[in-house]
């Protein structure tokens, strides 16, 4: 394993386009930890770069709030900034993990490591938040939704990297999403299910977590309602649900469950955002 | 590579693999073993410390990541006016056991206590919430905590009135 500090984003770029292989990013290592003390990671070569100050840090401009690549969970629920302009993130982002983790875990990791489960991208889906992808050549701004192609795979090329996440503000600082997140205790928790949920105007967006192979939108759903906001038919719901969902059973929870208690909530959020 | 950082206050370097994980290093070259190891995962919090003034589990930490930055263990804290006092409270309330989570216990009840020493019970048992004890229970620890935050009330009032 050959590890290198570079000493600047243009010189990480450049060594993500000449190393051959397979290369890992290294910013907080709270996933990528646990991959070398399972054994999974052998010939890799890791670039370390929590070290460049211009991938940290949230930012605002009048269009969208930037979040760099390295910026911690606590950093972005902590930050003034988000706070004022995007409170539900602030707030949802309490649930992450454990202090000691947020406080060295960032948000473009949970987001590039592409797990079914990862807490941050729900949120991030309901808010169309944005991605940009840089290499030595180009950059990319890519939606969020477009960014996973299926388990633990992205459209991310070998040269590039995530440097930063874009929110557009129009919608963040309108608007108030519900986020629930259920796992086995309160602290700590890997999702069974996760369910971002929010009406705006006479429309819907709703994004799951742990329910497919990467998490998503749900479309099927968010039209149902649109075309019926007020007579919602039980069982024409959980069609569209699961138009839209594909759960496993697997040691965390099984498939009858989360499709349930997915179900139960989005229900439940309706009726509150009805009700409003 | 060559790591340089401040542990427990004072500088030191050492040449070592960047990707060992900073509990190792603690434990192995510094002989700090207050730092302890148990789900490896960053479940437990048996082996928090303070990486520039915030807690953060050991294991999941490698050493490139402490380059230039502090270090600061239970042993560290425990040196401290505050990290004396916070032992005394677990003591008298007796939140303290097999004493295998206490170490990381004390560090964050310390950065909890350093940085907004309120009594309410959700805040200290949020910021606890990644630490794991499985002899106590946790009511012993929140009064160690509730306790402390009295104490330091006390001081404070102590303080103002000289």
């Given at each position: ?276 | ?53 915030i807690p953060v589990t050991s294991c999941l930490i490698n050493i490139i990541q402490v380059d230039g930055g502090s270090v600061i263990t239970a042993e560290g804290i425990s040196e401290t006016p505050l990290g004396k006092l916070i032992t005394d409270c677990y003591e008298e309330t007796n939140a303290v056991q097999c004493g295998f989570c206490f170490p990381g216990f004390l560090v964050t ?54």
């Amino acid at each position: 394993m050959k590890v290198y500090k570079p000493d600047n984003l243009p010189d990480t770029l450049h060594l993500l386009s000449k190393l051959p292989g397979k290369k890992l990013l290294l910013a907080g290592g709270s996933d990528l930890n646990i991959l070398i003390k399972q054994g999974k990671l052998s010939d890799e070569a890791i670039i370390f770069i929590n070290h460049l100050p211009e991938l940290h840090g949230v930012d605002i401009c009048s269009t969208k709030l930037i979040i760099g690549a390295t910026t911690t969970i606590s950093e972005i629920s902590g930050s003034a900034i988000i706070k004022e302009y995007c409170p539900y993130l602030s707030d949802s982002l309490i649930d992450f993990a454990s202090p000691p983790i947020a406080n060295f875990a960032t948000l473009a990791g949970n987001i590039a490591n592409s797990s079914p489960t990862a807490d941050t991208v729900p949120l991030l889906l309901v808010l169309e938040a944005k991605l940009v992808l840089k290499s030595v050549t180009t950059t990319r701004i890519v939606p969020i939704s477009e960014f996973y192609t299926g388990y633990k795979k992205t459209v991310l090329r070998d040269d590039e990297m995530i440097i930063a996440i874009e929110i557009p503000l129009n919608f963040a600082c309108k608007y108030q999403p519900q986020y629930v997140k259920i796992g086995s205790r309160t602290a700590l928790t890997i999702a069974k299910v996760a369910l971002a949920f929010v009406k705006y105007e006479d429309n819907f967006r709703i994004a799951a977590g742990s329910l497919n192979e990467f998490p998503r939108r749900l479309y099927n759903v968010e039209e149902y309602l649109t075309i019926h906001p007020q007579n919602i038919d039980a069982s024409e719901l959980m069609d569209a649900l699961k138009m839209d969902v594909t759960p496993i059973s697997d040691f965390r929870s099984d498939k009858e469950y989360r499709l349930q208690v997915c179900f139960n909530y989005l229900q439940k959020f309706i009726e509150s955002a009805n009700t409003d | 590579m060559i790591i340089n950082f401040h542990l427990n206050g004072k500088e030191t370097s050492i040449d070592t693999d960047p990707m060992r994980r900073l509990l190792d290093v603690l434990r192995e070259d510094y002989k700090l073993i207050s730092v302890k190891e148990s789900c490896g995962e960053g479940e437990c919090g048996a082996c928090t410390v303070l990486l520039n003034d915030i807690p953060v589990t050991s294991c999941l930490i490698n050493i490139i990541q402490v380059d230039g930055g502090s270090v600061i263990t239970a042993e560290g804290i425990s040196e401290t006016p505050l990290g004396k006092l916070i032992t005394d409270c677990y003591e008298e309330t007796n939140a303290v056991q097999c004493g295998f989570c206490f170490p990381g216990f004390l560090v964050t009840s310390y950065h909890y206590l350093n940085n907004d020493p309120d009594i309410d019970e959700d805040k200290i048992k949020w910021s606890l919430s990644g630490n794991i004890c499985r002899c106590t229970g946790y009511r012993k620890i929140i009064d160690a905590v509730q306790l402390a935050c009295h104490k330091l009330g006390d001081q404070e009032q102590k303080h103002e009135s000289i």
